[in-house]
């Protein structure tokens, strides 16, 4: 069974950092590409950003790109989010999500509970 | 940059009718790269449909999407209880940008 379980999540102030991790269980992580989707409270889905199966192509929503990072370590079977420069607008649930295939652009086959970051001073 | 707009923001119907969900793209779009997914309250999303007409594995087939170009629509033949959620539409295709629509809540009537 596929488990994707997000961490990092809290309160943080505006123009500070924050690091989400991912940790993947029940397939073979290094197979498949990952995303993060984030849920503003209220809101509908944003994707935010994906990552192939080795790294080796990457995307992101223009509202963070600069801003945030993704990366994974297949060893390790985790997906990481760096974000910095956090905006009060970033606030949201973010989740983590098996591509369906080896490339991001592939849809979200499978999704984790999420981690709720929250900017504000 | 495409946007996805979904109709009706809100369909009110009840258990056994038939439903029928729009998403249309600013732009043509490979029916390559459209999917549906399902979000219930509290719940993360279930991917429903993907290619724009295939199901993903373990999807009553009462779920059904069809289109392509710039209109896509998913049908639930005959609701059931369970149906009851928010429906997202979605483009995964690198260039233009993954994105989803706003939702369309399936309420009961």
């Known amino acids: 069974e596929v488990q994707l379980v997000e961490s990092g999540g809290g309160l943080i102030q505006p123009g500070r950092s924050l690091r989400l991790s991912c940790a993947a269980s029940?397939?073979?992580?290094?197979?498949?590409?990952m995303h993060w989707v984030r849920q503003a409270p209220g809101k509908g889905l944003e994707w935010v950003s994906g990552?192939?199966?080795?790294?080796?192509?990457?995307g992101y929503a223009d509202s963070v790109k600069g801003r945030f990072t993704i990366s994974r370590d297949n060893a390790k079977n985790s997906l990481f989010l760096q974000m910095s420069s956090l905006r009060a607008e970033d606030t949201a649930l973010y989740y983590c999500?098996?591509?369906?295939?080896?490339?991001?652009?592939?849809?979200?086959?499978?999704w984790g509970q999420g981690t709720l970051v929250t900017v504000s001073s | 940059e495409i946007v996805l707009t979904q109709s009706p923001g809100t369909l009110s119907l009840s258990p056994g009718e038939r439903a029928t969900l729009s998403c249309r793209a600013s732009?043509?779009?490979?029916?390559?790269?459209l999917a549906w997914y399902q979000q219930k309250p509290g719940q993360a999303p279930r991917l429903l449909i993907y290619?724009?007409?295939s199901r993903a594995t373990g999807i009553p087939d009462r779920f059904s999407g069809s289109g392509s170009g710039t209109d896509f629509t998913l049908t639930i033949s005959r609701l059931e209880p369970e149906d009851f959620a928010v429906y997202y539409c979605?483009?995964?295709?690198?260039?233009?940008?993954?994105?989803f629509g706003q939702g369309t809540k399936l309420e009961i009537k």
């Open positions: 999500a098996k591509g369906m295939y080896f490339d991001w652009t592939s849809p979200a086959r499978s």
């Open positions: 029940g397939f073979s992580f290094d197979d498949y590409a």
């Open positions: 990552i192939s199966w080795n790294s080796g192509s990457i």
């Open positions: 732009q043509s779009v490979s029916s390559t790269y």
């Open positions: 290619g724009a007409s």
């Open positions: 979605q483009h995964y295709g690198s260039s233009p940008r993954y994105t």
